[in-house]
Structure formats: structure tokens, C-alpha cells
């Protein structure tokens, strides 16, 4: 079991940055591999950016490479995800979730955070 905590969301200008962290509870957190999904007003939740145990292998969604970085302290028990030039259409809300392999489809994480909020405005 693990449990996982997101922050850093907030309201920023279009071309600004955010660091979302996400705090994962229990001992087992190198065994997860971890991902960052958002959901926006009326859509689905969608992939954003995904790091293996080992932080060797990082995933991008297209609409974001180039702008997000996603890295990992495996001794902090935490993910993060750097956002850069951010635009109006990353605003939702925010998910970190846990996998016991890296993928970019939601179904296969069972486990996942509240949410944090980003808008981003023009």
C-alpha cells in the first residue's frame, strides 16, 4: 500500500513555472513506479509525464515535452514534476499515482493522490 499526497498547484500567468511535489507514505516507494496525470474541466484524465523506479527512464506526453520534467528522490519518498512555460491548456487538476511498472494508460495505476489544482492564465 501506498499513499500519496500532491502540492504546489496554484494560479500562475501563461509563460510562468510551477513545481508540483507529490509525498508518498510507507517504505516501498523504489518499488513503484510513478507517473503525473491531469484532468481538465470536461475531459478525461490524461497521461502527462511518467518516471520508472530507478529514475533511469523518464515519459512524456507530446503536449508537454520540452516543458515539464519529471524527476524522483527515492530517499524523500517523493516525485515531482517541473512545469516551465506554461500555458492556459495545462490547466486541471493535477494526479500523481503509483504503478509497479511505468505506463502511460490510467487503468493500470491503482494507486492515486487527491489532486492539486493549476490554472494557468492568459
Known amino acids: 500500500q501506498v499513499q500519496l499526497v500532491e502540492s504546489g498547484g496554484g494560479l500562475v500567468q501563461a509563460g510562468g513555472s510551477l513545481r508540483l511535489s507529490c509525498a508518498a507514505s510507507?517504505?516501498?516507494?523504489?518499488?513503484?513506479?510513478m507517473a503525473w496525470f491531469r484532468q481538465a474541466p470536461g475531459k478525461e484524465r490524461e497521461f502527462v509525464a511518467g518516471?520508472?523506479?530507478?529514475?533511469?527512464?523518464?515519459n512524456y506526453a507530446d503536449s508537454v515535452k520540452g516543458r515539464f520534467t519529471i524527476s524522483r528522490d527515492n530517499a524523500k519518498n517523493t516525485v515531482y514534476l517541473q512545469m516551465n512555460s506554461l500555458k492556459p491548456e495545462d490547466t486541471g487538476v493535477y494526479y500523481c499515482?503509483?504503478?509497479?511498472?511505468?505506463?502511460?494508460?490510467?487503468?493500470?495505476?491503482?494507486?492515486w493522490g487527491q489532486g492539486t489544482q493549476v490554472t494557468v492564465s492568459s
Open positions: 499515482a503509483a504503478n509497479v511498472y511505468l505506463t502511460a494508460i490510467k487503468g493500470n495505476y491503482g494507486y
Open positions: 518516471i520508472t523506479r530507478s529514475g533511469s527512464t523518464t
Open positions: 510507507g517504505r516501498t516507494f523504489s518499488s513503484y513506479a
